[in-house]
Nanobody, 121 residues
Framework: QVQLVESGGGPVQAGGSLRLSCAAS????????MGWFRQAPGKEREFVAA????????YYADSVKGRFAISRDNAKSTAHLQMNSLKPEATAVYYC??????????????WGQGTQVTVSS
């Protein structure tokens, strides 16, 4: 059982940056892959980035490659998503997720409540 809480969202101008954080609690956090997903109003939840349990493998959606970076610190039970060169289409609720396997699919076992990111043009 893992509980996840996102933070760091808010308003930002196009071209700016935000750093999202995910604080985890519960058993065996370090054994889980971590992912970030986002969902805009009226759209399906989409994959953004993921990282394996040891931090040695990362996946990114093509739309964010070169601009976003996922990381984790198992000693602090946290994961982060650094978002640079933000575009208005990045406006969405961003969710942190944890699961037993690293994947780009929305099949993670645990989910946070989300944090709103709003990018103005």
């Amino acid at each position: 059982q893992v509980q996840l809480v996102e933070s760091g969202g808010g308003p930002v101008q196009a071209g700016g940056s935000l750093r999202l954080s995910c604080a985890a609690s519960g058993r065996t956090y370090s054994n889980y892959a971590m992912g970030w997903f986002r969902q805009a109003p009226g759209k399906e939840r989409e994959f953004v980035a993921a990282i394996n349990w040891s931090g040695t493998i990362t996946y990114y959606a093509d739309s964010v490659k070169g601009r976003f970076a996922i990381s984790r610190d198992n000693a602090k039970s946290t994961a982060h998503l650094q978002m640079n060169s933000l575009k208005p289409e990045a406006t969405a609720v961003y969710y942190c997720a944890a699961g037993h396997a690293l994947t780009m699919l929305s099949v993670y076992d645990y989910w946070g409540q989300g944090t709103q990111v709003t990018v103005s043009s």
